[in-house]
């Protein structure tokens, strides 16, 4: 069985990219433009690693991982979180919300194959 | 208590009259309430009250509660100008995402009013707000739209505001924009992701091919204009071309059509009246909300209509004409402020008819079904009063007040007008001769003045002004609104 990897960003083209770069590892993907859709997707098709971006419209990357972390099932689900922005501000909130890894936009791709990776193995 | 009552004994009179002294502190209490359903109120009935605009943008900083934040949002879109966004924009720079987002949701609904700032925000210091200013622009409705975006990939050094650009720029991908595409490519040689994104767009703009080949030229758009124009009194302006240009293509496109000439040869021929009224359906804006502009409502009911009766015997009709309705929000409207809070409505024969040159609105009307957005300005207890909860989350409003409207196709500008509707008392012609150029609105005008009975009254959208138009009328000031009245002799 291969891992199944949910993508959660506003930009489309963002998700286009992630897709392109773990499918070519042979990974499943799943895409969500905002965390109200993975929060509906998620509970119907669960998957191993969760990657959320952290600035969205409607519902933030925040917001969303500490939705989902609070359902059955989902508490140990391991989380990257993305975000463009400069300075430590997310990157602790991220971290107190118990996000497993956070990477800094431009995300490098060797760099997020290897976050994935390391997850899954845990 | 709350501000408003709303129930015919004590609905207060004109909105920002409506709060004297005493309940409007009581007001900036409640807003501060621990009970988020009286902040909730407040914040609502705050849209309402002359404080409304210096206490709210200070509280929604404040606010934690999701549903009283969206409130609040929604209380300052009714109430926003120029002076506010300016007080507004530093939510851009905000840590606290919700709060932002809160922003970033309002802005978008304002063209006009944030597109003054734009250039300015993208050349913010902070790349964040850079990025926060696109996620404003890409959701903006307004022609400029393309060339801010072409811009940041032109000129910004950030990997990360080029990134959101280029992703707001799918959607307008064009051919002509290759070579700005192509300079990205250089400029940030070592950046995967952005040659991606590159990539993308570009196989966008090669769909677009077909297109091209069918290309608008100027002259061609000039000869769509002008027959729109001629039919329907609506003048697109050069900074409307994108918005047209992409209607048309799709037009070009489904009706399968080679190029624009072959299209625009069948468009005008007379058995072509149905395509044209599709092409007028998608090319018209058909923003509008219930009470919108309130103050016309509360007008109307605390004056105008007394005004009329005073020259009626007693079970004379009184004529109350919509136009344009769009999807209805408006008329309904009218018909609310009569059942809720006009007292002599008994005494009266009122009759509401309401007309568009939109067939889709129109069935829209018919229908009556609507989002709990365009109701946002409508009290609850009249939501439960007149309308049904659908399954969907939808809202309809009931069969009584559906049959109460009588809609019609037709333009304003059409002769045929004057068979169809007389002597009517109030015409509410909101939000339409903007669209319109000097010639056209002199020309509605001109017919609604000839359509208007003695001492009947014309209101206009809060953005137009009947004193460019046209002398005839004398201005009335009711509360905070002004209304045009045709004289009595
Ligand atoms: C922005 S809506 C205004 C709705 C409402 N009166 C309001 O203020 O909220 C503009 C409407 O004008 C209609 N319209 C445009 N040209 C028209 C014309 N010549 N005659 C009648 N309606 C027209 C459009 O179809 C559209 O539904």
Redesign the pocket.
């Known amino acids: 069985m291969t891992a199944k990897i949910m993508i959660v960003d506003d930009e489309m083209m963002i998700r286009k990219y992630y897709v392109m770069l773990l499918e070519s590892k042979g990974y499943t993907t799943l895409e969500a433009a905002n965390g109200y859709e993975a929060l509906e997707k998620i509970l119907i098709d669960p998957c191993d690693v969760l990657m959320v971006d952290i600035n969205m419209p409607k519902m933030d990357g925040l917001t969303m991982v500490k939705e989902i972390r609070s359902r059955d099932g989902f508490h140990h689900l391991p989380v990257i979180m993305i975000s463009a922005e400069e300075g430590d501000a997310d990157k602790d909130s991220a971290f107190e919300h118990g996000v497993s890894i956070y990477l800094q936009k431009p995300v490098k791709a060797d760099l997020l194959l290897q976050s994935v990776a390391q997850l899954l193995i845990k | 208590m709350p501000l408003y009552q709303w129930g015919k004994s004590s609905l207060s009179l004109g909105s920002t009259h409506s709060c004297t002294g005493n309940r409007c502190d009581d007001l900036i209490k409640d807003a501060e309430s621990a009970d988020p359903a009286r902040r909730r109120q407040a914040a609502l009935d705050l849209a309402y009250c002359r404080n409304g605009k210096r206490v709210l943008p200070e509280i929604v900083l404040k606010e934690r509660h999701v549903a009283v934040r969206e409130t609040m949002f929604d209380s300052l879109l009714h109430l926003v100008d120029a002076a506010m966004v300016e007080r507004l924009l530093p939510m851009l720079r905000s840590n606290d995402a919700m709060l932002r987002n809160g922003a970033i949701e309002l802005f978008q609904q304002i063209p006009e009013l944030f597109a003054p700032h734009v250039s300015g925000l993208l050349a913010d210091d902070d790349s964040d707000v850079r990025i926060f200013t696109i996620n404003v622009i890409q959701h903006l409705h307004h022609t400029m739209v393309p060339s801010w975006l072409l811009e940041v990939i032109r000129h910004d050094r950030h990997v990360n505001v080029v990134a959101a650009a280029l992703n707001a720029l799918a959607d307008f991908a064009r051919p002509n924009m290759v070579g700005d595409l192509l300079a990205v490519k250089k400029r940030f040689e070592d950046q995967p992701y952005l040659h991606f994104a590159v990539d993308t767009v570009m196989s966008r703009t090669k769909r677009g091919v077909a297109i091209d080949a069918t290309g608008i030229t100027d002259s061609e758009f000039e000869s769509f204009r002008d027959l729109f124009y001629a039919r329907?009194?609506?003048l697109f302006k050069e900074n409307k071309r994108y918005f047209v240009d992409k209607r048309l293509i799709d037009r070009i496109h489904k009706t399968g059509h080679q190029s624009f000439a072959d299209y625009f040869r069948y468009v005008r021929l007379a058995e072509s009246a149905h395509e044209f009224q599709i092409l007028?359906?998608v090319m018209?804006?058909?923003?509008?909300?219930f009470f919108?502009?309130d103050g016309h409502f509360k007008a109307m009911v605390h004056s105008m209509l007394d005004q009329i009766v005073a020259n009626k015997r007693k079970g004379e009709m009184i004529r109350i004409w919509?136009?344009?309705?769009?999807?209805g929000?408006?008329p309904y409207s009218i018909a609310l402020y009569l059942l809720e809070y006009w007292p002599k409505l008994s005494d009266w024969n009122v009759q509401i008819i309401a007309?568009?040159?939109?067939t889709e609105?129109l069935e829209r009307c018919n229908k009556g079904i609507y989002s709990k957005h365009a109701l946002r300005f409508v009290p609850q207890p009249l939501v439960r009063k007149y309308f049904a909860e659908l399954a969907n989350g939808e809202y309809q409003i009931n069969l009584a007040l559906r049959k109460s409207v009588n809609f019609f196709l037709?333009?304003?500008?059409?002769a045929k007008y004057q068979a169809d509707v007389q002597h009517v008392d109030i015409i509410?012609?909101?939000?339409?001769l903007i669209?319109?150029d000097d010639v056209?609105r002199k020309q509605?005008v001109e017919t609604l003045y000839g359509l208007l009975n003695p001492g009947g009254f014309v209101l206009l959208?809060s953005m137009e002004s009947m004193s460019r138009i046209s002398s005839r009328f004398q201005i009335q000031k009711i509360d905070s609104s002004l209304v045009y009245q045709k004289g009595l002799v």
Not at chain 2, 322 to 327: E, F, L, R
Not at chain 2, 410 to 414: C, E, K, Q, R, T
Request: net charge negative.
């Open positions: 329907t009194g609506i007028t359906n018209t804006v058909n923003e509008t909300y919108r502009d919509s136009v344009p309705s769009s999807t929000e408006e007309s568009d040159i939109n609105v037709g333009s304003i500008l059409d509410f012609c909101r939000n339409l669209y319109f056209s509605a959208g």
